[in-house]
């Protein structure tokens, strides 16, 4: 069920973290990812090359990923974009940050694929709902 | 057996790159010291600990993860202002870090880390508390034990408006929902929302490796794309010069050599010469990495050293981005660590003498590494009080390592280099940081194992430099070529000086031995037929200047033949004495690379010929008499 042709961004100053999600998503059947080391390249590829989702972490210099989110959810062509944020933080205040800003998901690390799945299956499924709604 | 079967390549990046992480941390750790309320530091410290916890959940290394969440929260509070900076925590601090690199050492190993020394995490609590010293205080749980259970019923995912509303109370959006979210069940939603499941088992899934390294580091190198890009792009060039070759080959043979094929030839021959050589020297970039990353770890060392000994050092670093060949980077970690050691136990006064001599109180060691031409230098200064010359004359001496005599006819130079002699030591005492005297003969060992050499200049009350030069890779020996008789044989261009010819009325004999005077130095000749152990059949015409760490001499030879870049292929099963490997020159013929240092010893105390038999030519070996 997954459609191979959704494009993924992949943001995480660590590189081992970005090749170990990128490995879950293909492990799912996403293939087509692409990779940023922190917010502003995000911003950067996004604004230049055409996205279906953003996977991002929190903590990373120059642009963390809640501004990132925020700066996704301010731009017009951009605020339409699913952003899971995925974080070693389990802490109450930054769920909540993440829920503030308009994040469409959140996943502790760590994390096993399934749990991947299960919450890309609910985002797609709600975006699906949304379009109709 | 290895705890993380299935995950080596996720463990061999993480090591890496945690590990790189973890010297960046050590380093900004040093600098935090001197400025404690720098945020952005204390911003990036944090960082790198959340980094590494992020990574370490994946691989299930429990209690890495439960040490770097702790420091974590640690920086989390000094960052904001919650806590501040005091020598105490600074301690806990480096000791968390200390305790986190022992923790790679187990990865390494394939073998999952024990659980931190409970004493640390004690102290980490209670810095935490702000109470350190004081009784244990209650800690935040360390964070990923074992996750609550929670029942995941189908389709139970968290609207999160109505999750902000549960956890916050806020009256934004005020639905009828929010009602019906009691604050009590506030916690079940957050951990349903961050999805945690009890049976989430981190490694299971992990990407499959193959290899069964036990020791998990290493093996691999990083390399950045555009060289490889580079790499294949001049591969590729080759093979489309390549074929150009073939069809000329077959036009040639076919008989046909006009001007214009051979001029076409020629073309293809000397694009094919530019692209080999083009293509070497990407390869040996691909083997390139910045000295940085071995520099890194060194501010950290010389800190607690210095600490240690009651000194107030600061090691300064420069030129990190000097690029050297990666197994190179690796036999360099020891030695230049024993020299920074060195420097700050015996190179630095203490304080109180520091003052005495008028010099500011803190004592700078520099690092630095530049490339200079096709050699490396790697220079490790103090500023402390420099070698004394005599002394370390009388010291070898007084432990017999030279006699008198041998003591007064050395120079400076051939002084300083007596601290290189097994079993000397400089220091009247012992320290447990360095001194024992196993040491700086290892270092120079194993600069000289890399094809480098070790020098050492030095003033009085100024300070002491050790400066290390490396040719910059191994693969590619820039070598003289000379003959005897019609023989030829390669020596190291790095060790040779100049060329002169051989007269008869400059030679002189001194204490019966053939010697010349270059310059106002008196230098031995040595001929190399005797060094082989061949006959020396006519005079030497020429001599080569040549210049090792102990002596200057000058090799006598019939002939030269010019320099070449020699690739060295060792002698695997078979390595004659004096012979370091085997070349190929470029009209197919096999060469012989001589390790001079091995000859020199075989020479038996660079005994000379007399002036009459080198002059004679034809007069055989010692043997005679």
Redesign the interface.
Known sequence: MADPKTKFLVVDDFSTMRRIVRNLLKELGYTNVDEAEDGAVALQKLNSAQFDFVVTDWNMPNMDGLTLLQTIRQTPHLKHLPVLMITAEAKKENIIAAAQAGASGYIVKPFTSATMAEKLEKIFEKMGKGAVA | MSDFAGMEE?LQ??LV??GD?LSGVDNKLVDLERAPDDRSLLN?IF?GF??I???A??L?ATELVTLCHLTENLFDKLRNGELEITPEAMDVILAATAGVRDMFGFLEQGVQPQPADPALIGNLRQALAGELGAGGAAAPSP??APAPVVATPAGS?PD??L??NA??GLPVAVEAAAAAAPARSSEEV?EH?????A????G????VGRRDTEKARDNTIRVDTARLDQVLNLSGEIGLTKNRLNALRSDILNGLNDTETLHALDVAVSQLDLLVSDLQNAVMKTRMQPIGRLFQKYPRIARDLARNLGKDVELVLAGEETEIDKTMIEDLSDPIIHLIRNAVDHGVESAAERRASGKPEKSIVRLEARQEGDHILIMVADDGHGMNAEKLRAKAVEKGLITDEEANTMDERQSYNLVFLPGFSTAAQVSDVSGRGVGMDVVRTNIQKLNGSIEIRSQLGKGTTFIISLPLTLAILPVLLVRLGEQPFAVPLSMVREILPIEAQHIQEVGGRATMVVRGEVLPILTLATMLGWPQERPPEYGVLMHTAELSFILAIDSFAGREDAVIKSLDDFRPKGVAGVTTLSNGQIVLILDMKELLGNAGEFRGVSRSVLLQGGAALPATV
């Open positions: 996720l990046d993480f790159e945690a992480l990036d960082r959340h980094t916890k992020g990574g959940g994946f299930n964070v990923p995912e999160w408006n999750l902000f956890v916050t957050i929302a961050i999805g945690r499941r049976t989430d088992k981190p299971s899934t992990a990407p």
